[in-house]
Structures are given as structure tokens and as C-alpha cells.
């Protein structure tokens, strides 16, 4: 009896594409060099009716069933509750909306304080490319606060950018 | 009370006030949904009651199930979500439970005893006893897959997991519960192979 199919890299793959077959999950071209290994070969022909044999079991396997009070319960549980109203209507699109309203300003606040705090110490040249490079940049950046905040900032970004990333492929597999 | 609605228009019935039309959903899924939990906490008392919590946090929830995937996906969904917690609170590990202890219990049982019973014991029990033998998630994406007629796209929504990631545990677990079936009902799944 083989219980080392797990530890045989080689065979775990066959047992991999034979499931994929049985499942109807193969491409079509492995389909058909799987069905030309089933016919010729005997080693895939015995795994194959190995699995199928398991496939049909798992198929045909009983469900369990709870205790015959078990509707009722469930109905007198249910009576004591009411449906609670959907989250959208109660998550008011305009509260987030301000709250990242909220946020953003108070990025452009520390910002703006921010560069407020810098030391500029440039000469006659005053345009800004040459300015920018005299910019005393340490203070900014060494400010408890405003690193803090721009770390809070960081997260939130790329939180929304996760949302934005799966709402974006749920739509491409509703597409698919 | 009609049973051949499907399940979007009893839901549609249910919010608009007929409370009774859910001991429909109640009774078209109290299996599914029974199996499901059981396979994951693994005691039937237990199971019932996380059971019976699953459809009454479906039905205060209910208004929330927009139809965007099935209604089915969306329940085992909650059933996924309130075993994890009540396994939590049981402080049970849900990883991999080695349920090798069963079988210290069962090799217990005298041998000529234990034989009788294996005998009279269908392929298909045999089956289901195996699949008890496996870990949490092995025996859930399994139940999910067979049993729930789920996906394996449905699967990976449920457990919150990619498609293939999904398929990846599908054969691990497959491939687990054939070696349980070959370790612990040799004769049995000779029988079957030959």
C-alpha cells in the first residue's frame, strides 16, 4: 500500500494531473497526452482507476444530519431576531468620504508645517532648482510627528491600494 | 408552504416580512451546512449548535446577501467564519488535528470485535469516517467540493484563499484522505481497488 505518494515528487505529480483530469480542470492538451498514458501505460491506467475509484466514493458520500428538533430550534431562535439592516444603508458614503477628506488635509497641514519648519539658505540665485539643494532637509524628516504621520499615510495608502487591487480582479474574473 | 422556489426568491419573500418562508432555507441546507461544521469541530454537540448559530446569523444578516455570488457560496461563508471563531474560543487547533489518538482509542477495541464492525460498515461510511480522520481543513475543502457543490473559484471565495491555492489543498487533502483510507481500511480499499 503506498503512502509515500505525498514524498515522491514524481508520483505526486501524476496523481496532480490525474486529479486535474478527473476534476476537468486539465488544458485540453494535457487531456489528451493524459488519456494516451492512461491507454498505453500501465502504471497511469492502474492510478487512474485508483482515483476515479476514490472520486466516485467522495461523490457518492452521506451527509450528515443534525437532530430532528434542529429546524425548530432554529425557527424559535429566529423568531427573538430581527434582520438587521443592510450595511450599506447604514454606512453613509459621505461620513468616509470625509474622513479621507479629513486625512488628506491634515497631510497637506503637516506638510505645509513641515516645510514651514525648514531652514533655506540660499544666496542672490534664487531660482528653485538651485534652491532646492541648500534645503536644510534634516529637521523635516527628523520630526517625530510628521514621520509618524507619514507612516499612518503610508498604511492608508496602501490599504486603498489593496481594495482598489481586488476590486479589480473580481471584475476581470466576473469578465472571465 | 412551496419548496420549489429557489433560494434568491425565498430570501426576496423573507425580507419582505414572511419570517416563515427561512425553515425553508433551514431545511434545504441544515445538512450541508451540519456536515460542513462537524467536519471541522469534529463533535456532533458541538457541531449543532455552531450549526444553528450559522443560519441564525444568516437570517440577521440576510439583507447583506446582495445575490452578487450564490447564496450557498455566501452561507458557508459564515459557516467557514463561525467555526474559526468558536475554535478560537475552544482554543483548538485548527491547523492539522493528528487524529492519530483515534485510532489509539479504536485499536483498543478488540481486534475480532473491531473487524465485525469494519465489516458491516458500507464503502461509503468507511469513506465518511475517513474523511473525519483528516485535519480541519482538509476535511472542510473536501465537504466543500463534493458535498457543497462548490467551485473551486466558489472554494477560495469561502476560505478567502486563491483559485489556485485552493486547488493546490483540494489535492493534498484528496491525496491525505487516500493514504488514511489505505493506512487504516487496507482491506477495505482493496477490495474497492481490485
Known sequence: MDTTSYNNPEQGNQEERLWNYIDGTATATEKTLIEKLIESNAEWKEKYREL?????????????????????????????????????????????????????TMFIGFLIYGIGQMTFTGGEESTLTKNISKVDFSKFFNNTWVNAFMMINVV???????????NKRKEFRKQA | MSTGLNDNE????????????????????????????????????????????VFIKAYKYLADFRG?????????????????????KKRLDIQSLDNEH?????????SGMRANIVEQKSKLAMVNDAIGLLGSDDAQIITLFYKAEQSLEEIAEILGLE??????????????????MET???????????
Open chain 2, 163 to 180: 483559485t489556485n491555492t485552493a486547488k493546490v489543498r483540494l489535492h493534498r487533502a484528496r491525496t491525505r484522505l487516500k493514504e488514511k
Open chain 2, 10 to 53: 425565498i430570501i426576496s419573500k423573507v425580507l419582505s416580512g414572511d419570517h416563515q418562508a427561512y425553515a425553508i432555507i433551514v431545511n434545504r441546507y441544515q445538512n450541508y451546512v451540519f456536515t460542513l461544521t462537524l467536519r471541522m469541530i469534529k463533535s456532533r454537540e458541538d457541531a449543532e449548535e455552531v450549526a444553528q448559530d
Open chain 2, 68 to 88: 452578487a455570488s450564490k447564496f450557498t457560496t455566501w452561507l458557508y461563508t459564515i459557516v467557514n467564519n463561525t467555526c474559526i471563531t468558536f475554535l478560537r
Open chain 2, 184 to 194: 487504516h481500511y487496507t482491506e477495505e480499499v482493496k477490495n474497492i481497488y481490485n
Open chain 1, 156 to 166: 492608508v495608502g496602501l490599504f486603498l491600494l489593496d481594495m482598489f487591487l481586488s
Open chain 1, 52 to 104: 476515479l475509484e476514490v472520486n466516485q466514493l467522495l461523490q457518492a458520500s452521506e451527509l450528515e444530519a443534525p437532530s430532528m428538533r434542529f429546524s425548530k430550534n432554529v425557527m424559535e431562535e429566529i423568531s427573538r431576531v430581527h434582520i438587521a439592516p443592510a450595511t450599506k444603508s447604514y454606512i453613509n458614503k459621505k461620513i468616509i468620504w470625509g474622513l479621507g477628506f479629513f486625512f488628506i
Open chain 2, 102 to 110: 483515534v485510532f489509539a482509542t479504536a485499536d483498543n477495541i478488540d
